[in-house]
């Protein structure tokens, strides 16, 4: 039976399944960071479930398959996984759901201008003007990326009388080799009104009411939304970022909520960590901003989700089959 080595808090319900088909070892102090692991436990692993990669990665002459706990993967880069030919995966489809509601709760908050009226509540001001009135019935919200969170965004915002545009590098089909949960997201690939492909953007973004960032941050994506972006939506177009801070140049979104190219924004991911109390964005009052909460470990769904994964691609694994989640060299490689 191959080993795994464990590097997360345990999931009892999981560990009595796989426990018939694997070795297990739980280390017993988990932590979500990079650090030393004892060498002689690491060497015998042929799996690894973790977060972060031990800084003494290079000790599993075994390895041969790596599962993380997080749906971003800029951990792994630099690792020789290709070149030793070990496969990784990561846990995509595990925070659709709340990121997608996020998402939908941002695009109603924005339009009805929540901060306004909280602001109006905590001064005893009766103000029912037509701004706090405003639907997203009808609505054109934009989708960068067409990942699980885009699917499901997708999925809500149709629900909710959007039309529903994408752009993405790759076009839109099925997709069936990533986990979802059920009754999610839009496996079939149907659910957009309109996609556009890379060399389209300035016309994609200049009929949208939303944008909503939906791709990984890659060297690829750092600074994709700039200046030229921001300025080629509608003033009264509103910026949603759950994905990662770095996606959209910190200097042009200021400047975009400073000089109102845009009307506002919900920011989730941001450019330091916590932001500090003098940064900028904490002043706009068209601005919402949240802790990185859009999705996180600490969800109540997560851990069933991201063991199910593991339970999934653990089977898989021992049947020589496809993995769910698996990252593309290309991916490994920051492209």
């Known amino acids: 039976m191959p080993r795994v080595f464990i590097d997360l808090p345990p999931f009892e319900p999981a560990l009595a399944a796989i426990g018939a ?8 102090q988990p932590e979500e960071r990079t650090r030393e692991l004892p060498a002689a436990r690491l060497r015998e692993a042929e799996i690894l479930l973790c977060t972060y990669p031990p ?11 790596i599962q993380i706990a997080s749906v971003g993967y800029s951990q792994l880069f630099g690792l020789p996984l290709v070149e030793r030919g070990i496969q990784a995966t990561n846990a995509r489809g595990c925070f659709d759901v709340p990121i997608a509601e996020w998402n939908l709760s941002m695009m109603v908050n924005l339009a009805r201008n929540l901060r306004g009226m909280i602001r109006n509540q905590d001064a ?8 706090f009135q405003r639907e997203v019935r009808g609505a054109r919200v934009g989708l960068w990326g067409y990942g699980g969170i885009g699917r499901e965004t997708a999925r809500l915002a149709r629900a909710f009388g959007m039309r529903v545009e994408v752009l993405t590098r790759r076009g839109v089909g099925p997709r ?13 690939g149907v659910l957009p009104d309109r996609v556009w492909r890379a060399g389209e953007e300035i016309e994609f973004l200049s009929g949208l009411d939303f944008l909503i960032v939906a791709m990984p941050l890659t060297p690829a994506t750092e600074g994709i939304v700039g200046e030229r972006e921001l300025r080629a939506l509608p003033r009264t177009a509103f910026v949603l970022n759950p994905s990662r801070g770095p996606i959209i140049a910190e200097k042009a979104l200021s400047r975009a909520l400073e000089e109102n190219w845009i009307a506002g924004a919900a ?14 964005l904490w002043r706009y009052p068209n601005v919402i901003l949240t802790p990185h909460i859009s999705g996180s470990s ?10 199910d994964i593991f339970t999934e691609n653990l089977r898989r694994y021992l049947d020589g089959g496809e993995l769910l989640n698996r990252l593309t060299p290309q991916q490994l490689a920051g492209a």
């Not at 800084?55 to 398959?65: H, I, S």
């Not at 005893?124 to 701004?131: G, H, I, P, Q, T």
């Open 176 to 188: 069936h080799d990533v986990y979802t949960v059920p009754d999610t997201g839009d496996p079939g």
């Open 124 to 131: 005893a001001v009766w103000d029912r003007s037509a701004e």
């Open 21 to 28: 088909r694997a070795e297990i070892d739980v280390f017993e």
């Open 298 to 307: 600490l969800s109540q769904h997560f851990r069933v989700r991201l063991w």
């Open 55 to 65: 800084t003494n990665f290079a000790v599993m002459e075994k390895l041969r398959w």
């Open 267 to 280: 920011i989730d991911t941001h450019y330091a960590y916590p932001l500090p109390p003098q940064h900028p």
